[in-house]
Antibody, heavy 120, light 112 residues
Framework: EVQLLESGGGLVQPGGSLRLSCAAS????????MSWVRQAPGKGLQWVSA???????SYAGSVEGRFTISRDNSKNTLFLQMNSLRVEDTALYYC??????????????WGQGTLVTVSS | QSVLTQPPSVSGAPGQRVTISCTGS?????????VHWYQQLPGTAPKLLIY???NRPSGVPDRFSGSKSGTSASLAITGLQAEDEADYYC????????????FGTGTKVTVL
């Protein structure tokens, strides 16, 4: 059974940092693209970042230069280092397992999310 | 601001058919990139509903179907049921944006 367990969320002041983790199990983590998707309270889904099996990363423009995605394939864990946090980064952050074909990737399994609140 | 536009809400009576549009442009859907759909029940994480424009994952009822034409895609729900009341999001790839994954603005389906 696929499981994705996010942790590391919390309350942080503007300008602060947080590191999110996602512990994965039930599938071959090292061979899957993984991503982070966020959802601000009462709002829609927003893609944040993705990383492939060899560590190549991509980011949404709104977080590029502030967030860093990484993975530890030996520990089946995905990370999101978030620096210079802004009030508008407040959201529930989902860890997503991606299935990638030759034509596209899609999230075939989602964690339950970890809440990040940026407020003074 | 999303580059994929969906109607904020649609509604229908039990048993009816409803459709949700997802309007993009020539840099995403119109460029031929796949469209995927997700269902988010209240208070839960999103769940994959349709992948690769028209395909249903195992376990998704055949009441749900997807289609694509030009710069738009659609999700249809036939035989609407109370448990279909949820938010629905389309997703695609956009070659003009940093990072390139994009979600639609989301549609709330209400069963009357």
């Amino acid at each position: 059974e696929v499981q994705l367990l996010e942790s590391g969320g919390g309350l942080v002041q503007p300008g602060g940092s947080l590191r999110l983790s996602c512990a994965a199990s039930g599938f071959d983590f090292s061979n899957h693209v993984m991503s982070w998707v966020r959802q601000a309270p009462g709002k829609g889904l927003q893609w944040v970042s993705a990383i492939n099996s060899v560590g190549t990363a991509s980011y949404a423009g709104s977080v590029e230069g502030r967030f860093t995605i990484s993975r530890d394939n030996s520990k089946n864990t995905l990370f999101l280092q978030m620096n210079s946090l802004r009030v508008e980064d407040t959201a529930l952050y989902y860890c997503v397992k991606e299935f990638c074909s030759s034509s596209s990737c899609y999230g075939d399994f989602w964690g339950q999310g970890t809440l990040v609140t940026v407020s003074s | 601001q999303s580059v994929l536009t969906q109607p904020p809400s649609v509604s229908g009576a039990p048993g009816q058919r409803v459709t949700i549009s997802c309007t993009g442009s020539t840099s995403n859907i119109g460029a031929g990139y796949d469209v995927h759909w997700y269902q988010q029940l209240p208070g839960t994480a999103p769940k994959l509903l349709i992948y690769g424009d028209t395909n249903r994952p195992s376990g998704v009822p055949d009441r749900f179907s997807g289609s694509k034409s030009g710069t738009s895609a659609s999700l249809a729900i036939t035989g609407l049921q109370a448990e279909d009341e949820a938010d629905y999001y389309c997703q695609s790839y956009d070659k003009s944006l940093s990072g390139s994954y994009v979600f639609g603005t989301g549609t709330k389906v209400t069963v009357l």
